[in-house]
């Protein structure tokens, strides 16, 4: 019950939580471009400021956008799906005596 509480703060407060969000990024690019080695990177990519918090942001945003696509798509159903009365889909068997 907690859980939903926390959400609900967050949920109410969306603007200071991205804000919170890009200012942590921020403070990760400013430390990775001040205090990383980079003597031993293995492409010039890595090289640039801030490349792996940047790539894990997009990484992490791509794979909440692709789910809930995926999930809107056809993967998610009703709410009432299973309260619906059991109305046969399936096409009706003719039984001759």
């Known amino acids: 019950m907690r859980l939903v509480k926390l959400i609900e703060?967050?949920?109410?407060?969306?603007?200071?939580?991205?804000?919170?969000?890009?200012?942590?990024?921020g403070l990760l690019i400013l430390v990775d471009a001040l205090f990383v080695n980079k003597e031993h990177a293995h492409t010039a990519l890595e090289r640039l400021p801030g490349f792996w918090s940047v790539y894990g942001f997009i990484g992490c945003a791509l794979i909440v956008i692709v789910s809930k696509w995926y999930?809107?798509?056809?993967?998610m159903t009703r709410e009432d799906y299973y309260d619906a009365p059991a109305a046969s889909t399936a096409p009706e068997v003719s039984r001759h005596d």
């Open 9 to 25: 703060f967050l949920r109410n407060r969306l603007k200071t939580v991205i804000w919170a969000c890009l200012v942590v990024l």
């Open 71 to 75: 999930g809107h798509s056809g993967i």
